[in-house]
């Protein structure tokens, strides 16, 4: 490699360590490498838009905006406290309506956002039926994890994964909702295990759990029926998007214009709300960054060396990816390694005359599962991490590295199953 391609893989390891040591904030740190690429000329200014993934910044946008709307009439909350009063108050019961709600919301919703919208209730019913809040929030961020897995927009890498290598929304949901579905049955098994005895629930604290009147969340019931027709025609759009020559993030840019044309609330205060912008700026910002390291050869010289350390049957070097993927997402933002692992991906199928497809859902399996291990590894982990601190509710990192790596190698081990399982005679 040149000085250039090495200033490149510099600044692209220094923006990640600023991340996971917290010396930066992950938009902040992101901004800044990339501007300091484009800068010093490590990346052509000519290039920098085409480096940006405009579908998945306008997924994003678009989801985010609907979401906000939908969360906005009380409905994730009745959902939430209507399930759980139907388990009676049983801990591990409780866990598992979590853990369900969660990882189907998170499927059709992005992680960060199911986060966000289920933390507070999870909180507030593990306070009144006086449980632990940890096991119920570690269950949660993990299942968000899981079931975001399964399809197109339930976690990012998987935008980013989808949009590079023309994906659909079909594609993603029949290529790993499966070994998502058992990844999920045999990781909830762990925890019920795991935390039988911190979910035992108070008696008196559950009788009053039927005190609570879930109707009563449900603040714009005419909001919530139009938000919940918007959400249909966006899993219609999803799924036959590529038939009609559009991209999801056209599906989710247009629901999102319609949802604020149907209801009342002022626009321009929902998309400054409702937008996490700093997210955008993080997503931008590092495509520019990736798109440094795929300018100066940076990414076909990891593609080459990988290639040449997985050399053998095409499905070592399947498993080599999701190991690799897994493995490193526990320590460095699985967004981060997604956006520059992918071209490594195509650039290693390239090399080796295969099909990159199974490595493309290796990759996906292994950055969305690998996430799990630590608050590093996903932008929900973080989230959930910081919400926790601001209610006084301690999640040390090493409590969730304890039980997130556990985690990590069960979803791999269960997705290397099912990778030989389906190529191991195919290639």
């Given at each position: 490699?040149?000085?250039?391609?090495?200033?490149?893989?510099?600044?692209?390891?220094?923006?990640?360590?600023?991340?996971?040591?917290?010396?930066?904030?992950?938009?902040?740190?992101?901004?800044?490498?990339?501007?300091?690429?484009?800068?010093?000329?490590?990346?052509?200014?000519?290039?920098?838009?085409?480096?940006?993934?405009?579908?998945?910044?306008?997924?994003?946008?678009?989801?985010?905006?609907?979401?906000?709307?939908?969360?906005?009439?009380?409905?994730?909350?009745?959902?939430?406290?209507?399930?759980?009063?139907?388990?009676?108050?049983?801990?591990?019961?409780?866990?598992?309506?979590?853990?369900?709600?969660?990882?189907?919301?998170?499927?059709?919703?992005?992680?960060?956002?199911?986060?966000?919208?289920?933390?507070?209730?999870?909180?507030?019913?593990?306070?009144?039926?006086?449980?632990?809040?940890?096991?119920?929030?570690?269950?949660?961020?993990?299942?968000?994890?899981?079931?975001?897995?399964?399809?197109?927009?339930?976690?990012?890498?998987?935008?980013?994964?989808?949009?590079?290598?023309?994906?659909?929304?079909?594609?993603?949901?029949?290529?790993?909702?499966?070994?998502?579905?058992?990844?999920?049955?045999?990781?909830?098994?762990?925890?019920?295990?795991?935390?039988?005895?911190?979910?035992?629930?108070?008696?008196?604290?559950?009788?009053?759990?039927?005190?609570?009147?879930?109707?009563?969340?449900?603040?714009?019931?005419?909001?919530?029926?139009?938000?919940?027709?918007?959400?249909?025609?966006?899993?219609?759009?999803?799924?036959?998007?590529?038939?009609?020559?559009?991209?999801?993030?056209?599906?989710?840019?247009?629901?999102?214009?319609?949802?604020?044309?149907?209801?009342?609330?002022?626009?321009?205060?929902?998309?400054?709300?409702?937008?996490?912008?700093?997210?955008?700026?993080?997503?931008?910002?590092?495509?520019?960054?990736?798109?440094?390291?795929?300018?100066?050869?940076?990414?076909?010289?990891?593609?080459?060396?990988?290639?040449?350390?997985?050399?053998?049957?095409?499905?070592?070097?399947?498993?080599?990816?999701?190991?690799?993927?897994?493995?490193?997402?526990?320590?460095?933002?699985?967004?981060?390694?997604?956006?520059?692992?992918?071209?490594?991906?195509?650039?290693?199928?390239?090399?080796?005359?295969?099909?990159?497809?199974?490595?493309?859902?290796?990759?996906?399996?292994?950055?969305?599962?690998?996430?799990?291990?630590?608050?590093?590894?996903?932008?929900?982990?973080?989230?959930?991490?910081?919400?926790?601190?601001?209610?006084?509710?301690?999640?040390?990192?090493?409590?969730?590295?304890?039980?997130?790596?556990?985690?990590?190698?069960i979803s791999l081990t269960i997705s290397s199953i099912f990778l030989i399982g389906i190529y191991g005679t195919a290639l």
């Amino acid at each position: 490699m040149d000085t250039k391609a090495w200033i490149a893989l510099a600044l692209f390891v220094l923006t990640i360590l600023s991340i996971a040591r917290g010396w930066l904030k992950t938009s902040t740190a992101t901004l800044l490498g990339a501007s300091t690429m484009m800068l010093f000329r490590i990346v052509s200014g000519s290039e920098v838009s085409s480096y940006i993934d405009s579908n998945t910044v306008g997924l994003l946008v678009g989801m985010m905006v609907v979401v906000g709307i939908l969360s906005k009439t009380g409905l994730f909350q009745y959902i939430a406290v209507k399930a759980i009063k139907i388990t009676g108050g049983n801990g591990v019961l409780i866990l598992l309506s979590v853990s369900i709600i969660t990882a189907i919301l998170s499927a059709f919703l992005d992680n960060v956002t199911t986060v966000l919208l289920v933390s507070p209730v999870v909180v507030s019913l593990a306070d009144l039926i006086k449980v632990n809040p940890v096991p119920l929030l570690l269950c949660e961020v993990i299942a968000s994890n899981i079931g975001g897995t399964a399809t197109l927009i339930g976690d990012p890498p998987n935008m980013i994964i989808g949009s590079y290598a023309g994906f659909s929304f079909n594609d993603f949901i029949v290529h790993l909702s499966p070994v998502v579905a058992v990844v999920w049955v045999v990781v909830m098994i762990f925890f019920c295990f795991l935390y039988r005895k911190d979910l035992v629930a108070d008696k008196e604290a559950t009788e009053r759990l039927k005190e609570v009147n879930e109707s009563r969340l449900i603040k714009d019931k005419g909001l919530m029926i139009r938000s919940c027709a918007v959400m249909v025609l966006v899993l219609v759009g999803f799924i036959f998007h590529h038939h009609l020559g559009i991209t999801a993030s056209v599906v989710a840019l247009f629901a999102a214009g319609l949802l604020l044309a149907l209801s009342s609330l002022d626009d321009g205060e929902v998309i400054h709300q409702e937008v996490e912008w700093p997210t955008i700026v993080y997503f931008v910002s590092l495509f520019v960054l990736v798109g440094g390291l795929q300018e100066n050869g940076v990414i076909v010289y990891m593609a080459q060396g990988l290639s040449g350390f997985l050399s053998g049957s095409p499905m070592v070097m399947i498993l080599g990816v999701l190991w690799i993927s897994g493995l490193s997402c526990i320590f460095v933002n699985n967004v981060a390694f997604a956006a520059m692992f992918v071209h490594v991906v195509s650039e290693m199928a390239r090399t080796a005359g295969m099909p990159p497809e199974p490595l493309y859902w290796a990759l996906a399996m292994g950055s969305c599962l690998g996430g799990n291990g630590s608050y590093l590894g996903s932008a929900a982990n973080a989230v959930l991490a910081d919400f926790a601190t601001r209610g006084g509710i301690n999640i040390s990192f090493g409590t969730f590295l304890a039980v997130g790596v556990k985690v990590v190698f069960i979803s791999l081990t269960i997705s290397s199953i099912f990778l030989i399982g389906i190529y191991g005679t195919a290639l």
